[in-house]
């Protein structure tokens, strides 16, 4: 499986910005996907995800209410919304499929990871 995510960009605290991932290869094994991010200086961590059906969402506590993930499984993609950046949501964003255990009482690690894609929110 190959992940291939695009949308980054330097914006400004408040706009809002919009990331893509798209799968390709083996997608009929591709369950559950979502997103990590890690800031310069700082440990990788979970963002979203979105499970294979699309009806159960997980968010990070740091994301919860600014950010929407939501997939296409006819095109193999998931996109993460975002709005009213910050600053602290400066990273490099990484799209990610398989994630064991993805539950709300924990998120373990992807089997698949993509390239990340940079976001910058300048004050």
């Known amino acids: 499986v190959q992940l291939q995510a695009s949308g980054g960009g330097l914006v400004q605290a408040g706009d809002s910005l919009r990331l893509s991932c798209a799968a390709s290869g083996r997608t009929f094994s591709i369950d559950n996907m979502g997103w990590f991010r890690q800031a310069p200086g700082k440990e990788r961590e979970f963002v979203a995800a979105?499970?294979?059906?699309?009806?159960?969402?997980y968010y990070a506590d740091s994301v919860k209410g600014r950010f929407t993930i939501s997939r296409d499984n006819a095109k193999f993609t998931v996109d993460l919304e975002m709005n009213s950046l910050k600053p602290d949501d400066t990273a490099l964003y990484y799209c990610?499929?398989?994630?064991?255990?993805?539950?709300?009482w924990g998120v373990g690690p992807p089997r698949y990871w993509g390239q990340g894609t940079l976001v910058t929110v300048s004050s």
């Open positions: 979105v499970s294979w059906s699309g009806t159960s969402t």
């Open positions: 990610a499929a398989n994630i064991s255990p993805l539950a709300t």
